[in-house]
């Protein structure tokens, strides 16, 4: 029988909407709420904190507004991954279809990114900005 080796984590389920707010907006929400919520994570940043013009490489700006997602072809990705140096790293990417004629592509910009030290941290903060931002 396995054992649970940490008590779970109360999640802060409370929906919240991002529309008409910047994504920088969100980030400090979603911050205050982690913190509230006693799984404050290391640091959490706009993908592209430096407002970096080119978009395509750094991510959605700040400054921007939160993308619009919820079809098949404009969504939010959350993702969770073993940090370069150490830690955990979860990701929210906008993921969209560009259409080129009849053709296209897709592509994936990084809005947010969330640091921890533990794995369970990061999958217990995946968990409530998941359930916040309604993504599962």
């Known amino acids: ?32 709420t982690l ?31 939160w993308p619009d ?3 098949a072809r404009r969504r939010l990705a959350l993702s969770v991954a073993r940090g370069s140096s150490e830690g955990w ?4 990417d906008f993921v969209q279809f560009v259409a080129l004629g009849e053709a296209g592509h897709w592509k994936s910009q990084p809005v947010l990114r969330i640091k921890t030290l533990s794995r369970t941290q990061a999958w217990a903060i995946a968990a409530v900005v998941s359930r916040m931002l309604d993504l599962d």
């Open 35 to 65: 913190r509230q919520s006693e799984i404050e994570p290391e640091w959490i940043v706009a993908a592209n904190f430096i407002n970096d013009p080119n978009e395509d490489c750094y991510g959605l700006s700040a400054s921007r507004d």
């Open 1 to 32: 029988m396995s054992e649970l080796l940490e008590p779970p984590v109360v999640h802060a389920s409370t929906a919240f909407d991002p529309a008409g707010k910047t994504i920088s907006q969100v980030v400090n929400h979603i911050a205050r």
């Open 69 to 71: 997602s919820g079809t």
């Open 89 to 92: 790293i979860i990701q929210i």
